[in-house]
């Protein structure tokens, strides 16, 4: 194994050679270093490095904890102390967050090193990371393609091998989509599982924080270290953690797997439908019993998800207001002036739309109409599930009804960028938990793009859909496959 | 529910202190009046009776002990903030 070998490998891999002493936590962060010299001007997935404090952090890691010595990245919504925290908004050009999240003193407690932040479209908003504000993250298999998003630079720095793993955020299906973009694990935990203290909230009843790696046992031990309840986040459920890599190795007899039937209509792209339905016979063929099922409300998610989540985002952006952080407009001629100059110049036009959105539907003569109506639909579409939860163990679906777009393809109609969310986002009304993992390629141009297996689980199951995700992957090849940008390196 | 013609986008752009430029008052018009125009179809259903779920997993009445702990000195806190003098945040004279 020499030093150009290792920015190819998963975390679980890691860590025998560490334990073993092959290799030091610093000589894993020199190759990986070197390696997004190379990569990283080509992607584009990192906004900061801090390889400083990565260097002191790894001279004293403890190779023998559950992540020690494993660097991890960092989406750039999520506090690190002293670092940059921009949410890839101008609004906050300059900020440093003064704490920690919890979720990185987790990190940290199991040994692994924060050592960089990721692009994201600014604040979480978007599913394609072109609503960054600071720069543009491409697709590792296919340079002209967008990442998904909005964890698209975390996605997408695990899929070149400049990350070994990631942390993001999903909202709407923000870690799921962007790891179906790009071929590799991304898991959204049960609302409450993961602790978003020292997250920047965009919307706070549907975020979550959680896992984008190259395997799906990489996502169990990195929830193994970051799952748990937290006195500071009031949402944060007080409930027992399992040992996710340990609950890993069962097979599928006896698994019943639901298909409903709402997720396998028009609109999806044919190479995509043809994926699914190939992993779902694969599943079966593996002990896993398929069972139909109806999730009679899945076309009103959308609406209901783009009302709930802009009204909550209308809120809890009203903090950047230019006083306390982040930018603030020159010369106003009085306060309001102030705030809305700020604003104006701070934010980019994604947010603006969302910001405009969301105070309408809260605004006086429209609450009753939007806001409760979508929040009395949301309650339809958790009863949805369930009901189907009493007949199926986890149900299945494709992650996003298409594979990686062009850059530009979307971004003139909002609405055609909204519904790319449209299997991902019941999730996060719901509360459940859901994976992606690859189960396939579609054939574009003579390019090969990754298309993205989800399985959803019920609350706290996330032990069951990693469990299913890992017996596909490993019964399977997908997994094996890398983008060509970092194939060429792992071949040089 | 209403009719997209009812969004006034300057209107609420005030409301949510947020300038926008005329071009972007006219293109979020346009947009926001298609986002609308879907969303629509929330009225297809019958919601009478149902309740409002204000997220995914019910938990209620959270409470912690409320005990003092150590936390961000004012230095700390002020150490992001565009203009600061004394101790303060400064901001633009708002009383006469």
């Known amino acids: 194994m020499t030093a150009k070998d290792l920015p190819a490998l998963g975390i679980a891999e890691l860590q025998s050679l560490l334990r073993q002493r092959e290799v030091s936590p610093r000589e894993l962060l020199e190759a990986l270093r070197d390696r997004i010299e190379i990569v990283d001007r080509e992607v584009g997935a990192y906004l900061s490095l801090d390889f400083e404090a990565a260097d002191k952090e790894a001279e004293k890691a403890n190779v023998d904890l559950p992540l020690g010595g494993v660097p991890i990245a960092i989406k750039d919504i999520i506090s690190v102390a002293g670092q940059p925290c921009t949410c890839a908004s101008k609004i906050l050009r300059g900020y440093r967050a003064p704490y920690n999240a919890t979720v990185i003193g987790k990190l940290r407690a199991a040994g692994a090193i924060p050592f960089g932040k990721t692009n994201l479209d600014e604040f979480a908003m978007g599913s394609s990371t072109e609503n960054s504000g600071i720069k543009l993250t491409r697709n590792p298999w296919e340079l002209s393609c967008v990442p998904g998003g909005s964890s698209g630079g975390s996605a997408a720095a695990v899929a070149s091998d400049t990350a070994f793993g990631a942390l993001g955020t999903d909202t709407g299906g923000s870690i799921r989509q962007p790891a179906a973009l790009t071929g590799i694990v991304g898991l959204k935990p049960t609302y409450g599982r ?6 920047v909230a965009f919307a706070s009843s549907l975020d979550q924080i959680g896992p984008l790696t190259k395997t799906v046992r990489d996502a169990a031990l990195i929830m193994n270290a970051i799952a748990g309840h937290d006195p500071q986040d009031s949402t944060s459920l007080d409930e027992p953690v399992p040992d996710y890599a340990v609950a890993l190795d069962h097979d ?9 039937k709402e997720y396998m209509v028009e609109g999806i792209d044919p190479q995509v439908k043809t994926a699914i339905d190939a992993a779902v016979k694969h599943l079966n063929s593996l002990g896993a019993e398929i069972v139909d099922v109806s999730l009679p409300h899945t076309e ?15 809120a809890n ?14 010369n106003p001629k009085d306060l309001l002036d102030h705030y809305g100059r700020t604003r104006e110049e701070g934010f980019g036009p994604e947010v603006k739309r969302r910001i405009i959105l969301g105070t309408y539907v809260l605004s006086s003569g429209y609450y009753d109409a939007y806001y409760l109506r979508a929040q009395k ?3 339809l579409i958790r009863q949805d599930f369930s009901k189907v939860f009493e007949k199926a163990d986890a149900l299945i679906s494709p992650t996003s009804p298409v594979p990686a777009f062009k850059f530009g393809e979307r971004t003139a109609d909002p609405l055609q960028m909204y519904l790319t969310d449209i299997f991902t986002c019941s999730a996060n009304l719901a509360g459940i938990c859901g994976i992606s993992v690859q189960c396939g390629f579609a054939e574009i141009d003579e390019k090969r793009l990754p298309i993205g297996l989800q399985l959803l689980g019920k609350p706290l199951d996330e032990a069951r859909i990693l469990q299913i995700a890992h017996a596909f992957e490993q019964s399977t090849e997908w997994h094996k496959a890398c983008a060509p940008i970092a194939a060429t390196l792992r071949n040089a | 529910m209403a009719r997209d013609s009812d969004l006034d986008v300057a209107y609420v752009a005030r409301l949510a202190r947020l300038n926008l430029t005329k071009a972007e008052t006219e293109l979020f018009q346009k947009q926001l009046g298609d986002v609308l125009k879907y969303v629509e179809k929330l009225r297809e259903l019958n919601v009478s009776g149902v309740e409002a779920a204000a997220h995914g997993v019910p938990i209620f009445n959270v409470f ?7 936390w961000f000195t004012a230095e700390e806190a002020l150490s992001n903030a565009p203009r600061q003098t004394d101790g303060l945040f400064i901001v633009p004279k708002v009383v006469e």
């Open chain 2, 64 to 70: 912690r002990e409320d005990a003092p702990r150590d």
């Open chain 1, 194 to 199: 993961v602790s978003r203290f020292g997250l």
């Open chain 1, 377 to 379: 639909v949301r309650e």
């Open chain 1, 317 to 330: 952006l009203a903090r950047f207001d230019g006083v306390r952080y982040g930018y603030r407009t020159e």
């Open chain 1, 300 to 314: 009103y998610a959308t609406a209901v998800y783009y009302i709930l989540a802009t009204a909550e985002a209308s």
């Open chain 1, 252 to 260: 599928l007899r006896g698994v019943k797997l639901g298909l409903p």
